[in-house]
């Protein structure tokens, strides 16, 4: 038994057919099908189902699987600490961030991670949150951007900043005519969603449960730019957490930003990572970049003048 073949079953795992797994591992299919019969021959089981058209690892190479995945993490682990130790700014990182916040949030950081770690390699995975927990848990992320709370005592949190949730309405809507609220005024209002695995999604409806609002029926938004579209083309109101309305995302004309008054309704962003990682000294200075975010991106943007104010 060898790394090698290890990775080459990690990977039937991952792909669940052998030519996109031979693929993924830069080796032919013929070669990755009879290193995995090798390693079935040497444990003297079967690890995976072959059939015509789909590959299913059997229960038995389920849990070897996962085992390949600890191994090959414990290895590169090691390396990870002998290459740290000659340039601990140097090397690859492999993080995760959700689609609600890497694109809004990296246009601000990148350029100043570039100039503080000039020969880091940042390596930029977006996935949903569930994802990016099993990702770091296996192996596959060094660390991950995610929305508090996380419940797994395995993992270290690093807690950067909190994000607040701004109120988006057409701007013929009645709650256009103001520039802020309180989080009671969504009583009984009907907000548009993004659809089920978006942590957005859970956070939205923890304001709405708060607020005494709920779901809109019969729509949910596969992404923030498809609820940011419905909003402007007059469909409804939904809630924006506030680096998705800065530069340079581009304002709609047809959008009307409302603040909250008092202590606005936000999520709190972290950066978290395995307590086992060698890089956790390395990812704490990392952790420092991301908090030190200028304070104004995190504040609502000023509303634009009316044109009576302006005369």
Same mark, same amino acid.
């Given at each position: 038994?060898?790394?090698?073949?290890?990775?080459?079953?990690?990977?039937?795992?991952?792909?669940?057919?052998?030519?996109?797994?031979?693929?993924?591992?830069?080796?032919?299919?013929?070669?990755?099908?009879?290193?995995?019969?090798?390693?079935?021959?040497?444990?003297?089981?079967?690890?995976?189902?072959?059939?015509?058209?789909?590959?299913?690892?059997?229960?038995?190479?389920?849990?070897?699987?996962? +085992?390949?995945?600890?191994?090959?993490?414990?290895?590169?682990?090691?390396?990870?600490?002998?290459?740290?130790?000659?340039?601990?700014?140097?090397? =690859? %990182?492999?993080?995760?961030?959700?689609?609600?916040?890497?694109?809004?949030?990296?246009?601000?950081?990148?350029?100043?991670?570039?100039?503080?770690?000039?020969?880091?390699?940042?390596?930029?995975?977006?996935?949903?949150?569930?994802?990016?927990?099993? +990702?770091?848990?296996?192996?596959?992320?060094?660390?991950?951007?995610?929305?508090?709370?996380?419940?797994? $005592?395995?993992?270290?949190?690093? %807690?950067?900043?909190?994000?607040?949730?701004?109120?988006?309405?057409?701007?013929?809507?009645?709650?256009?005519?103001?520039?802020?609220?309180?989080?009671?005024?969504?009583?009984?209002?009907?907000?548009?969603?993004?659809?089920?695995?978006?942590?957005?999604?859970?956070?939205?409806?923890?304001?709405?449960?708060?607020?005494?609002?709920?779901?809109? $029926?019969?729509?949910?938004? =596969?992404?923030?730019?498809?609820?940011?579209?419905?909003?402007?083309?007059?469909?409804?109101?939904?809630?924006?957490?506030?680096?998705?309305?800065?530069?340079? %995302?581009?304002?709609?004309?047809?959008?009307?930003?409302?603040?909250?008054?008092?202590?606005?309704?936000?999520?709190?962003?972290?950066?978290?990572?395995?307590?086992?990682?060698?890089?956790?000294?390395?990812?704490?200075?990392?952790?420092?970049?991301?908090?030190?975010?200028?304070?104004?991106?995190?504040?609502?943007?000023?509303?634009?003048?009316?044109?009576?104010?302006?005369?």
């Amino acid at each position: 038994m060898n790394l090698r073949d290890l990775k080459y079953l990690v990977a039937l795992a991952d792909h669940k057919h052998f030519g996109r797994a031979a693929a993924a591992s830069f080796v032919s299919q013929p070669t990755l099908s009879t290193q995995i019969k090798k390693l079935e021959d040497e444990l003297g089981v079967a690890l995976v189902e072959r059939a015509p058209r789909r590959v299913m690892l059997t229960p038995v190479g389920r849990e070897v699987a996962e +085992r390949a995945r600890k191994v090959i993490a414990d290895v590169e682990q090691m390396a990870e600490i002998a290459r740290r130790s000659q340039d601990p700014e140097a090397g =690859t %990182v492999r993080l995760g961030l959700f689609p609600t916040l890497g694109p809004y949030l990296l246009p601000h950081v990148v350029p100043r991670l570039r100039q503080r770690f000039p020969r880091l390699e940042l390596l930029l995975i977006e996935e949903k949150t569930d994802q990016i927990l099993q +990702r770091l848990r296996d192996g596959r992320l060094d660390a991950g951007l995610l929305a508090l709370p996380i419940h797994d $005592d395995q993992l270290h949190v690093e %807690v950067l900043f909190d994000e607040p949730f701004l109120l988006a309405v057409p701007q013929q809507h009645p709650m256009a005519e103001q520039d802020s609220l309180e989080l009671g005024d969504l009583d009984n209002q009907h907000l548009l969603l993004l659809e089920e695995g978006h942590c957005l999604r859970d956070q939205a409806l923890d304001v709405c449960h708060m607020a005494g609002a709920d779901e809109r $029926d019969g729509f949910r938004a =596969t992404s923030l730019e498809t609820l940011r579209q419905m909003v402007a083309a007059g469909v409804g109101i939904t809630l924006l957490p506030v680096l998705a309305v800065q530069p340079p %995302v581009p304002s709609s004309p047809d959008i009307h930003l409302l603040r909250f008054r008092g202590n606005p309704p936000h999520r709190q962003i972290a950066m978290v990572w395995r307590r086992s990682s060698a890089m956790g000294d390395f990812l704490k200075q990392l952790a420092a970049q991301f908090r030190s975010l200028p304070e104004q991106l995190l504040r609502p943007p000023q509303p634009a003048p009316s044109q009576d104010s302006r005369l």
